[in-house]
């Protein structure tokens, strides 16, 4: 079946602009999550999902940092007045309960000029 | 509060001979700790993962991983090494602080480079 999917693949946007990714789960999975994983480094949690609802958004890194979730499906992470430290892959992860095994999309790569 | 640490940052190993990859956690209740692997420029995937059943866990391509409590490790080991194994690995507990309730708390990451 189809697994998480993110899109864009790949983004170049210029210091001080905006920018949104999108993360499509695996359909009828309630969790979703969101990780920045920085060049070289571990996976960073972000925020986390419950049906529509954020319990835990203690992972942003700063109110620019917004992210919401529509229909218990779709999630969009927007990123206002990117700064180049925001140069990441963003990654998504979705479960089917709270605390199930995760399933990972390809990721985003952003990078910010 | 939670953490992982992956004790080498790089391993290199010859095609046919043991692997090895170090992880220490620390908990503060019985966690699930877990193995993930990121082959370049593809997805992180599942390779294996404990949840206070048995202490030897199998995963996926012949890894497979210790739970010792008493150490507090979960080291990532197979008895022979393939070419297609070279990718980075992740050690993960989950929850606790830096993963959110039920997030994932990643280690800095393994790189397994496999010598021909």
């Known amino acids: 079946g189809a697994g998480v999917s993110q899109s864009p693949s790949n983004k170049v946007t210029e210091k001080g602009k905006d920018v949104e990714l999108r993360c499509d789960p695996i359909?009828?999975?309630?969790?979703l999550y969101w990780y920045r994983q920085r060049l070289g480094q571990g996976l960073e949690f972000l925020i986390y999902f419950q049906g529509n609802s954020a319990p835990d958004k203690s992972g942003l890194p700063s109110d620019r940092f917004s992210a919401e979730r529509t229909g218990e499906s779709v999630s969009t992470l927007t990123i206002q007045r990117t700064q180049q430290e925001d140069s990441a892959v963003y990654l998504c992860a979705s479960s089917l309960l709270r605390a199930g095994e995760q399933y990972f999309g390809p990721g985003t790569r952003l990078t910010v000029t | 509060a939670q953490s992982v640490t992956q004790l080498d940052s790089h391993v290199s190993v010859s095609e046919g001979t043991p692997v090895l990859l170090r992880c220490n956690y620390s908990s503060s209740y019985s966690p699930s700790l877990f193995w993930y692997v990121q082959h370049p420029n593809k997805g992180l995937q599942l390779l294996l993962k404990?949840?206070?059943?048995?202490?030897l866990v199998k995963g996926i391509n012949g890894f497979e991983a210790e739970f010792k409590k008493s150490e507090t490790s979960f080291h990532l080991t197979k008895p022979s090494a393939h070419m297609s194994d070279a990718a980075e690995y992740f050690c993960v507990v989950s929850g606790g602080s830096g993963g959110g309730a039920d997030g994932l708390t990643f280690g800095k990451g393994t790189h397994l480079i496999i010598q021909p």
């Open positions: 359909s009828g999975h309630t969790a």
């Open positions: 404990y949840t206070s059943a048995a202490t």
